[in-house]
């Protein structure tokens, strides 16, 4: 299990409360773009099957606010190291933070937070 | 061996009506007369506040074949209060000739579950895949990382939705929080069953697993 800030959850935006998502069986990550080369969410994949032949469970990560790009490639590779990290010491919930919100204010921090998830079943092969 | 989280149910909590026909019977009334359903009178009495309804006369001139019907659901009403409607006179349809009384019944309010003798809803935690704003800010999901036999695409993933009485008010993010807060703890901590605290006192009516 991760952790991750929550838009809209704190008494101030750089107060934030978290969600939590599962990591376990996780075999891929992938940033995503909603529109053009603006990247706003992250997809999990995990190596967990559904009912239906060929599909598997998939965690989609929503940053999306506006039009900022804010999913880099760097972080998809913290998040990756992140997950092998929480894997190895399962009672641990380590928080997922998008480098972005590092260096952020008071008047756009809320766009490196999350705003919703959702799993899906899909077939990897066709998504 | 699983984790939990235990979630407050609220007993018997103030809430609003359902659309619709009572489920009771009223009583009092006097003498019913007219036809066709009166125009929506407001409810006195009971703990709650602004909700409205309509009568329409039955088979006799009783209250009790009358058919009573809810148009503005209120805030506030609790299993067991009784309210009243005000004696109507006039107006060209139904009338009566003494206020009518009627005891609410579970039926009669929006969904509650929680009970003296069940006042928490154990969630095993083990299977969580994500804590998730609702659709609403009455509604918080819990997904899971589990198949459900039918539907396609978020459908596919088995859920707990739990729903929120409308009053105090809260925030769908919020609730969020509350809910997500409870299993980082209780995943960070084997054996343990945190509770989940809602913000600004919002009161669980149900948890249901689809």
């Keep these: ?127 | 061996m699983s984790n939990y989280i235990k979630i407050p149910l609220a007993n018997n909590p103030g809430r609003s009506f359902v659309t619709g026909a009572l489920d009771g019977t009223a009583t009092g009334g006097g003498t019913v007369a007219g036809t066709g359903a009166s125009a929506a009178q407001s409810l006195g009495g009971g703990s709650g506040s602004g909700a409205t309804a309509t009568v329409a006369k039955g088979g006799d001139a009783t209250i009790s074949s009358a058919t009573i019907t809810i148009s503005n659901i209120g805030e506030g009403y609790k299993v067991g209060d009784v309210v009243t409607i005000p004696i109507l006179s006039g107006g060209g349809a139904t009338t009566w000739s003494a206020e009518i009384s009627y005891t609410i019944l579970a039926a009669d309010l929006v969904a509650s579950v929680g009970s003296v003798t069940e006042p928490f809803f154990l969630m095993p935690i083990d299977n969580v895949g994500a804590v998730v704003k609702g659709s609403n800010n009455t509604e918080v999901i819990v997904e899971l990382k589990q198949s459900n036999a039918t539907g396609t695409g978020a459908d596919k993933v088995a859920k707990y939705t739990i729903t929120m009485d409308d009053t105090p008010a809260t925030d769908k993010w919020a609730l969020q929080a509350d809910v997500a807060a409870a299993v980082i703890k209780a995943a960070s901590a084997e054996n343990s069953q945190p509770e989940v605290k809602f913000t600004s006192g919002a009161e669980c009516l149900t948890v249901v697993l689809s």
């Design chain 1, 1 to 127: 299990m991760i952790k991750l800030p929550v838009y809209n959850s704190g008494p101030t935006a750089l107060q934030p409360r978290y969600t939590c998502v599962n990591v376990e069986d996780v075999y891929q990550v992938d940033k995503v773009a909603t529109a053009g080369s603006v990247y706003d969410v992250i997809h999990i994949h995990y190596s967990t099957p559904s009912m239906d032949a060929g599909d598997f469970l998939r965690a989609s990560i929503d940053y999306t606010r506006g039009t900022a790009s804010v999913v880099t490639d760097q972080d998809i590779e913290n998040l990756k190291d992140l997950i092998a990290s929480a894997n190895q010491n399962p009672s641990s919930t380590p928080e997922f933070e998008l480098i972005g919100a590092r260096s952020a204010d008071a008047s756009n921090i809320d766009e490196y937070q999350v705003v919703d998830i959702q799993i899906k079943a899909e077939n990897p092969a066709s998504a």
